[in-house]
């Protein structure tokens, strides 16, 4: 498995086993991608990137990972509290990344807004996940 999908398996294992986002939820809400008849709420995974912070070439121990909210209510408190929810499970976690080592992940970004051409309210969450290799 490539380092994003190392890190992208830790993370999403981290957030089901939250019982209280699973709540917000709806039990099935957390894809790493949406089709058309995906259930609201439900939140996905977006672009990862990796990169050396100090060269810009890419690097696999520093990547950003983005997390997608989409509900449908008449308004954002859903998408807040999914949002709030995920934050507590994440920002500062450190996971375990297979035999890579570990991962901290530290928020960088979190913006809610209403896309008034999809009818929906997104949330976007993005996080540094900093790798320190095991030797």
């Not at 699973?22 to 672009?47: I, K, R, W």
């Not at 070439?57 to 998408?79: F, G, I, P, Y």
């Not at 979190?110 to 030797?135: M, S």
Request: proline fraction near 1%.
């Amino acid at each position: 498995m490539t380092a994003s999908g190392d890190l992208l398996q830790a993370l999403f294992q981290r957030l089901r086993s939250d019982a209280s986002l699973s709540a917000l939820l709806g039990g099935a809400g957390l894809l790493e991608h949406a089709d058309d008849n995906a259930a609201f709420p439900h939140v996905t995974c977006g672009q990862t990137s990796a990169f050396d912070w100090d060269t810009g070439v890419q690097n696999d121990a520093d990547q950003l990972v983005t997390l997608h909210v989409w509900s449908k209510t008449h308004d954002e408190a859903e998408t807040h509290a999914i949002m709030d929810s995920i934050k507590a499970r994440l920002a500062g976690a450190v996971l375990n990344i297979g035999p890579r080592g570990q991962t901290r992940l530290v928020l960088e970004f979190a913006e809610a807004r209403y896309d008034e051409d999809l009818l929906v309210h997104h949330g976007l969450l993005r996080f540094r996940a900093i790798t320190q290799e095991n030797d």
